[in-house]
Structures are given as C-alpha cells and as structure tokens.
C-alpha cells in the first residue's frame, strides 16, 4: 500500500477481476430467499464468507452471525483494495471508501438518537472507511445526540454538522444532521475536481464522471421522494451539488410538479437506463421499485465504463458497488426471512442487474 509514486490499476483490475467471480448471482438468491435464517448460515460458510462465519459462529448466531460476518468480509475486501493500490488510485479510492465513515456517523446518530443500545448500534457498523475502532465505540456509547456531533469534531464532517446543530434541536429531526454529513463526503471527494470539464481520457476524469451520476441519482430518489409525499419541506435541503442533472433553483421548481420531473429525468444522460422504471413509477404506488432499479441503473452505468475503459479506477469503483450491493441483498433476505416475510415480499427489496 502506498499513496505515492505512480498508479498501479493494471494490478488492482486483474485483482478485482478474480474477487468479482465470486459474487453471488442471481442464482444464489433464488436459493437463499427460500431458506431459513439457519440454512442461509450455513449456506454461506459453503461461500467466500466461510473465515468470517467460522470466527463469529461461536459468539453469534442467527441473523446477528449473518450480520456481523457480512460488515467484517466487506471491511476485508475494502482493506484488500487500499492495500493493493497505489499513488493517485489508492489516494481516490480511499476518499470514496470515506462513504463507510458517513454510515457509520449517521448510523451512531440514529442508534443514539432512537435509545438503541451500543451493541445494537455497533452491529450495523460497516468497518471500512478511516474511523478507528476507538471512535466507533465512543459514538455507539455515546449518551446524547449531542455528544456524537462533538465526537465527530475530529472528522471531515465537523464544519456541516455544527452549521445544522441547531436546525436539529430545534426540529428535534436527525434529517439536518444526515443531510449535512452526506453533502460533507460528496463536497470533500468533489474538492479537486472540475466537473464542468470531465475528460474521460484522464483517470479522475472517469472517477468524476462515476461520482457524478451517483449524486445524481441520489439527487433523483430524494427529489421523486419529496414530490410523491407532497411535503413542505425545502428540496434544496436536500440537494447534493456537482451531477449534472440538476441545478438547485430547478430542483426546487421540478420537486412541485411530478410529471415535469418525470419529463426532465427522461430527457437527460439517464434516459435510457431509467425509461422502463420510470414507466412504471407513473402507474405506481410506491418509490420502492423505482429506487431499487435506480442503484442497479448505477451499477450498470459504472459496469459500462469499467468496460470501456478498463485501465482506470472504474472497474475499482464498479467493484465496490457490487459488493455493497450484494451485502444489502443477503441482509435483505436474512432480515426478511427473520420477519415471516414471502419469496416475493422478499424479492421485490433485491437489486440484481
């Protein structure tokens, strides 16, 4: 591992070429969604996660095995990419792990903040960003919303959250304290990137463009989620600066009218990847699909680009989606099969591209 010298990501894609075989597919879900907790366990110590649930299986057991065993394999696999990067790629790809970090504070803050206990809330820890273990136990033990936000002061996120403390206590919503820590990680990978000029020819051009079109999405799902439920509350508040899709004053104006958003979401780079889901959200109930096909629209957009230019950190970023993705997606089913919940019921949180 090293952050200086040139960039190395000829090794680190033959790497994550040989970690991507195997993936579950959409085989292995079929199966597990009709298991039990149990089966799904030892379904899995027949998987690449064999080391982890053989370690916790004398600790835990259940969903919490499943659990704990899910977050630790992923922080491995993360560890493993830093430490076979090296120079600008390994600089890029661990300000983007810093994404881990932002779910772990918003995690601490709502544990706190809903009286969840400190194992409960060390549990949906994902151990992959730069926090050490030491801030991660004071947060989960930490007594008072308040004492998370002071913890965090040593953080990059700080600045955001001390400006939204106050709008916190006096809503006495965590939605200020969330936005502000997601803007803080997208503003801080944004810092050195002129996004008006992406040239796909330069390695943090493609980095940029990946980045772009998930601020993008998010952008969307919190648009679409403000305009179905016909809230008052500021779209700008939400808004992340740096895609491409939206300035601030059009998503303001966009949020009010559903069939203009639709329209203007159609019409963009997006189209094409989104047509069929948006189809469906105009004769649906619900945002949940539609959500769902926007996180696989991106793992196909990044999958596209690692592709078509396999020798930059695309295929890096690529990766880490997938496997993030297939953590929710066995999660998903452990925690639905926990519940009672249908194959179906099941099947319908699961994003599979």
């Not at 952050?3 to 959409?26: H, I, K, M, Q």
């Not at 004398?58 to 394999?73: C, K, P, Q």
């Not at 990067?85 to 390994?90: F, I, K, R, S």
């Not at 601490?108 to 273990?133: K, M, N």
Request: with cysteine.
């Amino acid at each position: 591992m090293s952050a200086t010298g040139s960039s190395n990501p000829e090794y680190v894609n033959s790497r994550v070429r040989s970690r991507r075989t195997v993936l579950f597919d959409e085989e292995d879900y079929r199966k597990l969604v009709r298991m039990g907790t149990g089966e799904i366990a030892r379904y899995m110590e027949e998987t690449e996660y064999e080391t982890e649930m053989n370690e916790l299986g004398t600790r835990h057991s259940g969903v919490d095995l499943i659990e704990y065993a899910l977050n630790r394999n992923l922080a491995k696999h993360f560890h493993d990419l830093l430490d076979w990067a090296e120079g600008e790629l390994y600089d890029l790809i661990a300000n983007y792990l810093r994404k881990f970090d932002a779910w772990n504070a918003k995690t601490a803050l709502r544990g706190v903040y809903s009286g969840a206990s400190a194992e409960e809330i060390q549990t949906d820890y994902i151990r992959a960003g730069e926090f050490d273990e030491q801030l991660l136990d004071q947060l989960a033990a930490a007594g008072s919303v308040e004492e998370v936000v002071e913890l965090l002061e040593t953080t990059i996120f700080a600045e955001g959250l001390d400006a939204a403390f106050d709008e916190y206590e006096q809503r006495d919503v965590l939605v200020p304290l969330e936005n502000a820590i997601d803007k803080t990680f997208y503003e801080h990978l944004l810092e050195d990137v002129d996004t008006t000029r992406v040239n796909r020819n330069t390695p943090r051009g493609l980095y940029t463009e990946v980045l772009q079109a998930e601020i993008d999405f998010r952008n969307v799902r919190n648009a679409l989620r403000l305009s179905r439920t016909g809230t008052d509350l500021d779209p700008t508040e939400f808004y992340i600066a740096g895609g491409k899709l939206f300035d601030e004053s059009e998503l303001r104006q966009l949020v009010g009218n559903l069939d203009e958003l639709v329209d203007h979401i159609r019409e963009s780079t997006y189209g094409d990847e989104l047509s069929s889901a948006l189809a469906d959200l105009e004769d649906a109930d619900s945002l949940i699909q539609f959500e769902h096909a926007l996180d696989a629209a991106l793992l196909e957009y990044s999958d596209a680009l690692s592709y078509t230019y396999p020798i930059s950190i695309c295929s890096a970023l690529s990766y880490i989606l997938a496997k993030e993705r297939e953590i929710e997606n066995i999660r998903a089913i452990a925690r639905g099969r926990e519940v009672g919940l249908s194959v179906e019921e099941i099947e319908r949180e699961l994003v599979v591209t």
